[in-house]
């Protein structure tokens, strides 16, 4: 029996956990794929108080690190169903399941893929989804990273120091991401910038080795390159909670600033929640709110 089960070892679920233990709680962590979430696939860190600049690797073991010293439990099992037993939770996962008196759901978001009918076919040979991960793959070759957000040309900044060239594929001629990093990345030699352009077909034999970009006046250009980075922002997967829990029409977890779900004692904190700003600072925030609110239940 835990006092609190988090579901996700992002920053939001970590931070919960390392407020939650400092509070003398027994605390259980299930995490099913890596510790740290989103930001451990980030090349830089440049906008959270206190660091400077951090690799997203290296925020997310440090993380990962201060729970641990502090005895946090951490399983690395699917979460695939919450019971509400009323004065108890059941948690049920892939390998078993769990009693606890709090949840506290922390499950962040997933990759948007393209959409395109190819994209699923070279995922493996050419497609990716995390420049940290995949990037050095690419060492001396030509990529291109689609998608006008921090992600997208903070990745492509990353892999002009790795790759001979670097296409950055945008549909609007103006970035979303912040205004430093849209500078940055125009000064950059060997980044071309496409923009108001959308991939619309890849191609390759076994492996991708041309990207069929579309212009918004119809007119289509082949990019050859052997890598495309997909960066176009992320969705939510909370659809095994749906029985229970509150979900919007685009699947995030209906909660405000206080975490608290439309079932007591279940909590959702960070980019998995309804909110305006997901951002590191916002997902550490909810991870200390749901954390104090589920040790005061
Ligand atoms: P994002 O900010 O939502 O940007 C997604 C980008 O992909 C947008 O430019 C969007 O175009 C484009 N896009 C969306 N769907 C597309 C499609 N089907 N085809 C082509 N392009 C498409 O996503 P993100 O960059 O992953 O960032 C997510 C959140 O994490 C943001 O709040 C971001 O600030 C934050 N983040 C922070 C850091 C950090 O340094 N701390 C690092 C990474 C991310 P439009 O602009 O036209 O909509």
Do not use: W
């Not at 957000?149 to 492509?156: C, P, T």
């Amino acid at each position: 029996m835990y006092d609190i089960i988090i579901i996700g070892a992002g920053c939001a679920g970590l931070t919960a956990a390392i407020y939650a233990s400092r509070a003398g709680k027994k605390v259980l962590i299930l995490e099913n794929e890596g510790i740290g979430g989103q930001i451990a696939t980030s090349p830089k860190v440049e906008n959270y108080p206190g660091f400077s600049s951090i690799s997203g690797m290296e925020f997310s073991d440090k993380l990962y690190e201060q729970a641990d010293a502090l005895g946090v439990s951490l399983e690395l099992d699917k979460a695939e169903k919450i019971i509400d037993n009323g004065y108890t939770k059941t948690v049920k996962t892939e390998y078993g399941e769990y009693e606890c008196r709090a949840v506290i759901i922390a499950t962040g978001v997933k990759h948007r893929h393209l959409g395109i009918d190819a994209e699923e076919r070279y995922i493996g040979k050419g497609v990716s989804y995390c420049a940290v991960c995949d990037g050095a793959f690419y060492k001396g070759k030509t990529v291109a990273v689609v998608g006008g957000g921090n992600s997208a040309v903070q990745s492509a900044i990353m892999l002009s120091g790795l790759c001979e060239k670097v296409y950055l594929i945008h549909r609007r001629d103006s970035f979303r991401c912040e205004a430093k990093l849209a500078e940055d990345v125009k000064a950059i030699n060997n980044i071309e910038l496409v923009l108001n352009s959308t991939v619309k077909n890849l191609e390759g034999e076994d492996k991708l080795s041309a990207i069929i970009v579309e212009n918004n006046d119809g007119s289509q250009t082949k990019l050859n390159a052997q890598g495309l980075f997909v960066l176009v922002g992320q969705v939510p997967e909370n659809s095994n909670f749906a029985d229970i829990i509150a979900l919007d029409e685009s699947g995030y977890i209906i909660a405000g600033e206080d975490c608290k779900t439309n079932v007591q004692s279940v909590f959702a904190a960070g980019d998995c929640r309804t909110k305006s700003i997901r951002q590191l600072t916002t997902a550490a925030a909810d991870g200390s709110v749901a954390a104090l609110a589920a040790c005061n239940i």
